[in-house]
C-alpha cells in the first residue's frame, strides 16, 4: 500500500484556456502517483473539447461541462465531493507549475504534513510590458504571505492560482463562500480557525497576466470590489489582527500599495512643520546678503512641490531597494525600468481602485453592478 496522500486536483475552467493541455501534461508526468485531477469548465469550447478528448482515456483525469457559467464557488464546492484526496490543490487553469527539478506534488504532500493549508510562490509569464510591470505586484503578494507565515504561521489571504488545503479543513471551513474574492474569504476564515499556514518558495506557479491595460483595471475593478466587500465584512477581526500585529500589519500594507506612504506624507504631514522654517531661515539670511534672495522667493513658490519630487525619489529609491532584495530571495527577476513602471503606474492605479471600491461600498453599494458570476 502507498504511503502517500491522495491529493484531489481541481482546475475551474471558462470556456477554455491556452495553457490547460500543457498544465494537464506536467501533472500527469509529476512523479507522484496518488493523484486525481478533476477539471470543470463552464460553457466550453470547440478548443476545450479538443483539450478534453486528448485525456479521455486517463483514469487520472475527469471532466465536467456545463453549457452556463455557474461560477467558480460553486463548481469547486460540488465537484469535491467526487474526490478521494486527503489533500485538496486547487489551481487555475492559465497556470505553469515548476517543481524547480523536483515532483511539485510530493514537495506540497510533504509540506502539508506541518500546515493546514499553503500558499504557493506566484509568478507571472513575462510574455509582455504589461506582464513585467505586473509581475511587481505578484512579488509584492508572495512577500507579504512570506511574512505572514514566518512571523504569526497564519494567513489573511491567499492568491487562489495555486494553493492548497487539508480536505477535513476545507470540510471543518463549508467550503468556499459565494463570495467575489472566495480565495481571500477562505483564507481569512482559515485564520479565525487557527489553522496552521505556510507560504512556500520553493516550487512556484507562473500565471498569465491580462492581455492590455484594459483587461488589467477591469480585473483589477473586480478584485478592488472584492476585497472592499471582504474589508467592509471581516473590519472588526482585520481591526483585532491590526491591534495584536501592528509590526506584521503595517509592513504588509506597505509591501501591496507601495503607493501609500506617499499619500500618508501629503495627508499627515503639514508644510507649515518643516517648509515654512526654512523659507524663514531663507528671509533671515537674505537680510544678511543677496545671494539668498533667488533661494527665499523660489522656496516660497516650488518648495511644496518639490518636497513632492523628492518624496517620490525618496520613494523610488526605498521601494526599489526592498523589491530587489525581495526579488534576490524569492528568486524572481528585476529590472529598474520596469519596476519604476510599476511604482508610478500601476501601484497608484491599484491604490486609488481599492480606495474608490471601498467609497463605493461604503457609501453606495447598490450602485455596485456584479457582472460575474459568483
Known amino acids: 500500500m502507498s504511503a502517500q496522500k491522495m491529493i484531489s486536483i481541481f482546475i475551474p475552467v471558462y470556456r477554455e484556456s491556452d495553457l490547460l493541455e500543457s ?20 460553457e466550453p469550447t470547440p478548443r476545450s473539447l479538443e483539450v478534453a478528448s486528448k485525456f479521455s482515456k486517463n483514469d487520472n483525469i475527469h471532466f465536467t461541462f456545463n453549457g452556463d457559467r455557474k461560477g467558480k464557488a460553486n463548481v469547486l464546492n460540488q465537484i469535491v465531493d467526487s474526490s478521494k484526496g486527503e489533500i485538496f490543490l486547487f489551481l487555475d487553469a492559465d497556470t505553469i507549475i515548476d517543481g524547480g527539478g523536483e515532483s511539485f506534488l510530493k514537495i506540497i504532500s510533504e509540506e502539508m ?12 509569464i513575462r510574455d509582455s510590458f504589461i506582464a513585467k510591470v505586473v509581475s511587481y505586484d505578484y512579488l509584492s503578494f508572495n512577500l507579504t504571505n512570506l511574512y505572514f507565515s514566518r512571523k504569526i504561521g497564519r494567513c489573511l489571504g491567499v492568491n487562489g492560482a495555486a494553493f492548497a488545503i487539508k480536505r477535513e479543513k476545507f470540510k471543518d471551513l463549508g467550503g468556499f463562500r459565494r463570495v467575489i474574492c472566495e480565495d481571500l474569504d477562505i483564507a481569512t476564515r482559515s485564520f479565525t480557525n487557527n489553522m496552521r499556514f505556510k507560504f512556500l518558495d520553493n516550487i512556484a506557479v507562473y500565471t498569465k497576466a491580462p492581455s492590455s491595460w484594459r483587461r488589467w483595471f477591469n480585473q483589477r475593478k473586480r478584485w478592488g470590489i472584492g476585497a472592499a466587500f471582504w474589508f467592509k465584512e471581516y473590519f472588526g477581526l482585520l481591526k483585532n489582527i491590526a491591534r495584536k500585529y ?44 543677496n545671494i539668498f534672495i533667488p533661494p527665499a522667493a523660489l522656496t516660497s513658490t516650488t518648495l511644496p512641490a518639490l518636497r513632492n519630487f523628492l518624496a517620490l525619489i525618496v520613494g523610488l529609491v526605498t521601494y526599489s531597494t526592498i523589491f530587489y532584495f525581495a526579488a534576490r530571495k524569492l528568486r524572481f527577476h528585476f529590472n529598474l525600468l520596469e519596476f519604476t513602471a510599476f511604482y508610478f503606474i500601476a501601484a497608484p492605479l491599484w491604490l486609488l481602485i481599492v480606495i474608490a471600491s471601498l467609497v463605493r461600498v461604503y457609501i453606495k453599494p447598490e450602485s455596485i453592478k456584479i457582472d460575474w458570476k459568483i
Open 246 to 289: 501592528p509590526k506584521v500589519i503595517v509592513p504588509s500594507l506597505f509591501f501591496i500599495f507601495p503607493a501609500l506612504p506617499l499619500i500618508l506624507v501629503n495627508l499627515l504631514v503639514p508644510d507649515d512643520l518643516y517648509l515654512k522654517i526654512f523659507y524663514i531661515s531663507m528671509i533671515l539670511l537674505s537680510t544678511g546678503t
Open 23 to 42: 498544465l494537464l501534461r506536467s501533472l500527469l508526468d509529476d512523479s507522484y502517483k496518488e493523484k486525481e485531477i478533476f477539471i470543470v469548465i463552464d
Open 113 to 124: 504534513k506541518n500546515a493546514d493549508i499553503v500558499e504557493v510562490k506566484k509568478d507571472i
